[in-house]
């Protein structure tokens, strides 16, 4: 069985850090571009930041540019994303997706180019 499941998230201070882990199984994802998206309370999942299968390529949302870091280990299948300077507007459920490709190339953005999706991790920032 296939799972992503993400860890890491919990409740911060505006200004704070915080590390999200993604640990996949049931199968390798190290040909996979693999991408973190997030929902807020009460509004659409969107797009946070993709790597592509070997970690050379990133992409990110503007409003987390400069703050947030995508990286991956593919010897542990997991993918991570460090978050800095947080900010109560980045107060959401994290989600872990791996891309049907090692880079979405026009898809970043798109959810339903990630196969596979995990149960998300919660974020919390206080002002």
């Known amino acids: 069985q296939v799972q992503l499941v993400e860890s890491g998230g919990g409740l911060v201070q505006a200004g704070g850090s915080l590390r999200l882990s993604c640990t996949a199984s049931?199968?390798?994802?190290?040909?996979?571009?693999m991408g973190w998206f997030r929902q807020a309370p009460g509004k659409e999942r969107e797009f946070v930041a993709v790597?592509?299968?070997?970690?050379?390529?990133?992409y990110y949302a503007d409003s987390v540019k400069g703050r947030f870091t995508i990286s991956r280990d593919n010897a542990k299948n997991m993918v991570y994303l460090q978050m800095n300077s947080l900010k109560p507007e980045d107060t959401a459920i994290y989600y872990c997706?791996?891309?049907?490709?090692?880079?979405?190339?026009?898809?970043?953005?798109?959810?339903?180019?990630?196969?596979?999706w995990g149960q998300g991790t919660e974020v919390t920032v206080s002002s």
């Open positions: 049931g199968r390798t994802f190290s040909g996979n571009a």
């Open positions: 790597m592509n299968w070997n970690g050379g390529m990133t």
């Open positions: 997706a791996a891309h049907r490709a090692g880079w979405p190339y026009k898809e970043t953005a798109l959810s339903n180019a990630y196969d596979y």
